[in-house]
C-alpha cells in the first residue's frame, strides 16, 4: 500500500485542525481494502477533551462504526509521532499498523520517549514506519507555533 496518500489525507485534517485553533495534527484510518474508515484532527480545545488528540478520536470513530472496541487490520496515518497516551490507545485498540510523519522528540512515545511499543508490558505492538511526509507534517507545526509566538 503506497502510503503517501494517506498521510495527505492526514496533512489535510491537521490543517483543517489549524483552522479551528488546535495543534494541528490530523489522523486517518484505513482498512486493509484501502477504504478510509476514520479521520479527524486534533480538538482537545474545541470540546473541552484532554484526551482528544486526532489518533484517539480517530479510534473512537472507527470502534464506534464498526460496534467494537478491538481494531485489528487497521493502519493508522498521523502526522506527527504518537504520545504515550496515544500509544497506549492504538496498543488497545490492537491497530495493525502505524505510519506517521513527523518524529517527535519531546512528547513522542514510539521512536523517542518511552518508546512504548517496545515495553515489556505492551500488550499489542503495531508495525510502525514512521518519517512518511516527516517534512511537510513538520512544517505545518513549526509554521503554526510561530504565527501563535508573533
Same mark, same amino acid.
Given at each position: 500500500?503506497?502510503d503517501e496518500p494517506y498521510m495527505r489525507l492526514a496533512i489535510q485534517e491537521a490543517k483543517s485542525?489549524?483552522?479551528? =485553533? #488546535?495543534?494541528?495534527?490530523?489522523?486517518?484510518?484505513?482498512?486493509?481494502?484501502? #477504504?478510509?474508515?476514520? &479521520?479527524?484532527?486534533?480538538?482537545?480545545?474545541?470540546?473541552?477533551?484532554?484526551?482528544?488528540?486526532?489518533?484517539?478520536?480517530?479510534l473512537r470513530d472507527a470502534a464506534y462504526g464498526s460496534g467494537? /472496541?478491538?481494531?485489528?487490520?487497521?493502519?493508522? /496515518?498521523? @502526522?506527527?509521532? !504518537?504520545? @504515550?497516551?496515544?500509544?497506549?490507545?492504538?496498543?488497545?485498540? +490492537?491497530?495493525? +499498523? $502505524?505510519?506517521?510523519?513527523?518524529?517527535?522528540?519531546?512528547?513522542?512515545? $514510539? #521512536?523517542?520517549? $518511552?518508546?512504548?511499543? #517496545?515495553? !515489556? @508490558?505492551?500488550?499489542?505492538? !503495531?508495525?510502525?514506519? =514512521?518519517?512518511?511526509?516527516?517534512?511537510?507534517?513538520?512544517?505545518?507545526? &513549526?509554521?503554526?507555533? +510561530?504565527?501563535?509566538? &508573533?
Amino acid at each position: 500500500m503506497n502510503d503517501e496518500p494517506y498521510m495527505r489525507l492526514a496533512i489535510q485534517e491537521a490543517k483543517s485542525a489549524a483552522r479551528r =485553533g #488546535e495543534v494541528p495534527v490530523g489522523a486517518v484510518l484505513v482498512n486493509a481494502s484501502g #477504504e478510509v474508515v476514520a &479521520k479527524t484532527g486534533n480538538a482537545p480545545i474545541s470540546i473541552c477533551d484532554p484526551t482528544a488528540h486526532a489518533e484517539v478520536l480517530a479510534l473512537r470513530d472507527a470502534a464506534y462504526g464498526s460496534g467494537n /472496541y478491538r481494531l485489528g487490520g487497521l493502519t493508522l /496515518y498521523v @502526522t506527527l509521532e !504518537p504520545c @504515550t497516551m496515544c500509544a497506549g490507545a492504538i496498543s488497545n485498540a +490492537r491497530i495493525s +499498523r $502505524v505510519v506517521f510523519g513527523a518524529p517527535d522528540a519531546k512528547g513522542g512515545a $514510539v #521512536e523517542n520517549g $518511552v518508546r512504548f511499543f #517496545e515495553q !515489556p @508490558t505492551c500488550h499489542h505492538k !503495531p508495525d510502525v514506519t =514512521g518519517g512518511v511526509l516527516a517534512q511537510d507534517c513538520a512544517d505545518i507545526l &513549526k509554521n503554526f507555533f +510561530r504565527a501563535r509566538r &508573533k
